[in-house]
């Protein structure tokens, strides 16, 4: 980066923007996933003093993006944040509290907002020479809805990125590191229900009904062996969330049942066999009571698989920065819906670390650690400046 740039961006600093008092305000009014509109119009209230070349609003929902264009052939850069809060009441007394009772910023999604919203004013300073970057806000992360709205809105026709970038912050791992995986970085995985409908029948003669519930034990049971199958190639689990049998009246034998299980994997290929495998054991246990089933599927992620030259980029960013820099054995057992992008365009995902102590994600007293953002924001800037301007050499 040449000096002159460099200096004029030094000074561009989360604290000299306001950005940590926006931050701080995104906390207060915080948004469930799919109601993010207030939450838009504050962003789009801020990132427009950034100037950005075209706005493309209310995509995939509630979602936003600043497009910043050199007008020149290039690549098309996309930054992406999540903008969504969780139902968890928050505990904290602080002055920027959640004013909004059962709902609050857990996940710190007001924080990655806080670094796009910055990484927009760094943007400013140095516009692109070459292709296009785009500033993506994206809704309803935490429902796995989000980011395949936007991407199936006809609005992301003209955004459709060569490379896809976003970060998630790390409690556990000190302020500033960064967290890197090649390959998996957070695991596929989605909510299964299991219907099973048999026919009722007086507790005396339950042989006149159709009870589910062996059906519902062989379930449950093989359900918990599954991830021993050897046909998959890593690491896979169901975790049951629910189960229900009949009602509470010992005159009726039962005559429905429902099990819900997580399943998980490393791997997308995996999750194909593993959903194949669960359906087939709910169908045989089921088939032997002459029970019908009916299954579906809720919050649905895929795996988010890093991109080689991506996570090189990633790296690179952090040695310029000089943070340190942490290679995961395993990937995450969580899932995070950029899976959506990495599906579909080269891309990464990272960590950053937001302190070793700091509350867990989805913790009731967590709060977004604003001493982090300028680093966020410096990360993806170093990125932006190698792709999209000619200042390339450190
Ligand atoms: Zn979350
Ligand atoms: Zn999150």
């Known amino acids: 980066m040449s000096t002159d740039s460099s200096k004029k961006n030094n000074q561009i600093t989360a604290a000299n923007e306001g950005v940590i008092a926006f931050r701080k305000e995104l906390h207060q009014h915080p948004e469930l996933s799919g109601q993010e509109k207030s939450t838009s119009k504050r962003i789009l209230g801020f990132v427009k003093k950034s100037q950005p070349d075209a706005t493309v609003k209310n995509i995939g929902g509630h979602g936003l993006a600043f497009v910043f264009d050199s007008g020149k052939p290039g690549p098309c850069v ?12 928050e505990v904290n007394t602080f002055d920027h509290k959640s004013e909004k009772e059962g709902v609050s910023h857990k996940c710190g999604h007001d924080g990655h907002m806080a670094i796009m919203s910055l990484l927009s004013r760094k943007i400013a300073g140095q516009r692109p020479q070459k292709g296009k970057a785009v500033l993506l806000f994206q809704p309803a992360e935490e429902t796995g809805e989000g980011a395949e709205k936007v991407i199936l809105d006809e609005k992301f026709k003209q955004i459709k990125p060569d490379m896809a970038f976003a970060l998630h912050n790390l409690p556990g791992y000190d302020h500033h590191t960064i967290v890197m995986r090649k390959g998996a970085f957070a695991s596929a995985s989605k909510g299964m229900i299991v219907k099973l409908k048999g026919v009722t029948s007086h507790a005396g003669e339950p042989e006149n009904g159709k009870n589910p519930a062996r059906a519902m034990a062989e379930i449950v049971q093989k359900f918990l062996d599954l991830p021993q199958d050897s046909s998959f190639k890593d690491f896979t ?10 009602e509470r009246a010992f005159g009726t034998s039962a005559g429905y049942a429902e099990v819900m299980a997580t399943l998980r994997s490393y791997r997308n290929d995996d999750m194909e ?3 194949r495998k669960a359906e087939e054991i709910a169908s045989k246990a089921a088939a032997k009571d002459e029970i019908e089933t009916e299954i579906s599927y809720t919050e649905e992620f895929p795996a988010t698989v890093n991109n080689e030259e991506c996570n090189g980029l990633v790296a690179g960013a952090a040695k310029n920065l000089d943070l340190k820099l942490v290679e995961k054995e395993q990937p995450f057992r969580w899932s995070e819906d950029f899976g959506q992008f990495t599906n579909r365009f080269k891309g990464a995902l990272f960590g950053l670390g937001s302190g070793k102590n700091q509350p867990q994600l989805h913790n009731p007293d967590y709060d977004f650690p604003d001493e982090i953002i300028d680093t966020g924001a410096n990360m993806f800037f170093d990125i932006y400046t190698r792709l999209l301007t000619d200042d390339q050499e450190s």
Not at 78 to 89: M, N, S, V
């Open 273 to 275: 066999i593993l959903t």
């Open 237 to 246: 689990l169901v975790t049951l969330i629910h189960t229900r049998l009949g």
């Open 78 to 89: 996309l930054f992406r944040t999540d903008a969504d809060a969780l139902p968890i009441q």
